[in-house]
């Protein structure tokens, strides 16, 4: 009985630590530009925006050719069965704490500002699969209750280039500008101590 009593109040501090660490984010965090892997790690324990580069041609574009409008459709990135084709590994995020990675494929073919979001995962990931570039905003969470006009002048505007993944942070907002056909995917990737809170938050 002791013993439960224990690893019960040791989850229960852990789950507390990892919620408010969330949220200790320093104003001064910005995008960063990672060349290698120890550029990554850097920057993700920085909490950083970090961008990287890993090309990985494994995917056959023309199996795209069908597609219609979507946006982070589960369903279909499961379909195609892209997960082993991506140049995505749990290995870039250095944790074994990661959990409950939930993978979706956009198809955008016109051009379009997309809707401002929020990342409420430990990150949300945006990788351009080979296609044309395009760009996103980056807002920084304590850039609060802006209109459409000063969000896009508060934010830093990256490039997303074929290939690029940018790894998002929790609590910092994006939005995607998309010039031409652009196809991309998305990853929102929790912890096993933040997973409850972040479940409830995508929920509100």
Known sequence: MLLFFIIITLFI??????????????DDSKLTLCKNMDELKL??????????????NNI?????????????NIELFNNLNLKSKINFSEILLNSNLCCNLKYSLSYLNKKQLLDLEECKNNY???????????????????????????????SEKVLIKPYDILIIPFGWKYIEEINEKTINYHIDIDNYFTIIHNTILNKI
Request: hydrophobic content about 40%; proline content about 4%; some cysteine.
């Open 124 to 154: 949300h990931v945006i990788s351009n699969i080979n296609s044309k570039d395009f760009y996103i905003y980056l807002l920084h969470p304590k850039n609060k209750h802006l209109n459409n006009e000063e969000i896009l002048t508060n």
């Open 13 to 26: 501090i852990l789950n507390i630590y990892f919620i408010l660490n969330l949220y200790l984010i320093n």
């Open 43 to 56: 920057s993700l324990y920085k909490k950083n925006p970090s961008l990287i580069n890993i090309p990985k």
């Open 60 to 72: 056959d574009l023309n199996i795209f050719d069908d597609l219609n409008h979507c946006y982070k």
